[in-house]
């Protein structure tokens, strides 16, 4: 029998919602997670065509883009030389590591706890999180509890379309449900939404340095209950590169740590039949 979910050690209200998802743009974008995890396992300066060849599924241009895209966020630091420029974390980059370890845990808790790579979970948890405004709503429904339509989207400020909108996405991500099957009926958060507090409270104490301002205290993750829709389809190149990934060994959960693993690589076959993910 399940384990019923433990109540949230933390308040919803204690937290910035736009702060987090701020920093969730800078993490979300596909393949930023692969990347900043070659860096990190290899702890020395790159090349493009250094960390693309680490990554299944991508191309060398889009690597090559990814990495801008992170320069410019202030993930990793960047180096020009006589043979092109180089990348390495920088201090916020490599600062991710309780991030990543917290939305790897919420993950296999809550979506998908058979066997993944490491950074093909975390990037699959960001890919629902790093959605415009669903932490507001998340936000909302986490501080006041089961709430109709309407009030959530007047204590959101959204407008009415938008917010049904960004409701039945995070119903079809299992992060919320209904309290019935009428319409009208209140929604609520999921153990997989309540879970979330965690999350959004490390990301914040994370992004400190890019906002300037001092966040909450991170709580202790809550303990894990069950897993909630974890057949949620993540789209065809999100379920292509979760399928091959599956069928590769494991990667170590340790994440950022002193003594890193490889990642599991793609069968050649596989990769060259593959188109490149797409970005946000």
């Known amino acids: 029998m399940p ?8 308040s919803f ?10 920093a969730l743009a800078r993490l979300g974008p596909k ?3 692969w990347s900043a995890m070659v860096l990190a396992q290899e702890n020395r300066p790159m090349r493009v065509r250094e960390v693309a060849d680490q990554i299944p599924f991508i191309s060398q241009q889009f690597v090559g883009k990814r990495l801008a895209r992170m320069y410019a966020d202030g993930l990793v ?10 990348y390495r974390l920088s201090t916020l980059g490599e600062s991710l590591t ?3 370890r917290t939305l790897s845990d919420w993950s296999r808790a809550h979506l998908s706890p058979g066997t993944m790579a490491e950074a093909q979970r975390v990037e699959d948890a960001l890919q629902r999180l790093n959605l415009q405004d669903s932490t507001a ?15 959530i989207s007047e204590e959101a400020g959204l407008d009415n379309t938008w917010a049904r909108h960004r409701l039945l996405r995070l119903q079809a991500d299992g992060l919320v449900t209904r309290t019935g099957s009428r319409h009208g009926d209140p929604y609520i958060l999921t153990s997989a939404g309540e879970a979330l507090g965690a999350v959004y409270a490390t990301v914040e104490h994370w992004s400190e340095p890019i906002t300037g301002r001092r966040a909450s205290p991170v709580p202790r993750p809550v303990a894990a ?7 949620v389809p993540l789209g065809a190149d999100g379920v292509r590169t979760t399928a091959a990934l599956r069928r590769s ?6 994440l950022f740590s002193h003594a890193p693993q490889p990642q599991p690589r793609v069968p050649a076959a596989v990769t060259a039949q593959s188109a490149p993910g797409r970005g946000r």
């Open 137 to 151: 709503v998340i936000q909302v429904l986490g501080a006041n509890g089961p709430m109709r339509f309407v009030h």
């Open 77 to 86: 630091d960047r180096a020009d030389g006589p043979r092109g420029a180089s």
């Open 3 to 10: 384990t019923p979910a433990q109540p949230p050690s933390f």
């Open 98 to 100: 309780p991030v990543y």
């Open 31 to 33: 393949w930023t997670t």
């Open 249 to 254: 060994a494991a990667a170590p959960t340790s």
């Open 225 to 231: 209950a069950t897993r909630t829709h974890a057949g």
């Open 13 to 22: 209200n204690s937290f910035d919602a736009q702060c987090v998802e701020d």
